[in-house]
């Protein structure tokens, strides 16, 4: 996630081109340190009120439930430039309570001139599926840079991934149910094009994980499974793995029962996929 961080350091300079991050100097936005003008209180309060998660949390709601699995501090709004295209707002927080101002990190939204509020932080878009998304997002993270601390049970947790719905159920439900322990590395990642050809921006949202799991069938599906759903924007996730079609496709308990000995070509793509 290193590029995806965004460490705040005042004044906002200037939108990265492509990603929407605000590089910052020293300095401190303006109402961080207090005398926030009234106009800018409003602004705030627009964000705090108006914007929601697909499951209908507030970021407020969001970032609570956040710092109570990863290492996350709170520090505060404050309001940040006007843009060509409106008024941003942004919330900081730190992994630590020592953590100095150089070290803080930024999740920005925009409100457009018709008060339409979008986040723009690439690296936090994990939040409008919910703050398990985002937090799961965090602790991977955290995992990949083997920082001291990470809450890895709230990472293999299956109760963590039930943001995820399937024609069968909560993809959390259906891990548990089948008693699927879940290894690493755990990816819950946000990409503004579906593909390399599209022209025009979109969005996609992709879960990846790999389980072991106490049921019958072939030992290369369900030994070192591999588990990948998409999400596009207003749609349904789609299973992007054999495993993680089986899992949308039949009732719990027979997820094998159809499988072909010719799937484990597939699946060992789909392996690969899970590494990279």
Known sequence: MTERRVPWFGIALGLCLGLGLWLVLP?????????????DDALIDKVKSTWRAQDGETAEQIFTKVSMVAHFVPRGWAPGPRTDTGELVVFSWAKRRSDEGK?????????????????????????????????????????????????RRFLHDPASFNFVMTAQGKLGDLLR???????EPVGVHYSPKVDEQQTANGTLWRVKLSVDCNIAGPGYLHRDGVIIFEKREEQDWEPRSLFATLIAAYAPGSWFEL????????????????AK
């Open 259 to 274: 499988a072909d000995p010719k799937d484990q070509e597939t699946f060992e793509k789909g392996r690969k996929t899970l």
């Open 27 to 39: 300095g401190g936005l303006a109402g961080k340190d207090g005398g926030v003008r009234t106009d």
């Open 103 to 151: 070290d803080e990190y930024t999740v920005t939204w925009e409100v457009a001139p018709d008060g339409t509020v979008k986040l723009v932080a690439p690296y936090a878009k994990p939040m409008e599926l919910g703050w398990q998304a985002f937090a799961l997002s965090l602790v991977a993270d955290e995992a990949t840079n083997k920082e001291r601390g990470v809450n």
């Open 177 to 183: 149910l089948h008693r699927c322990t879940i290894g």
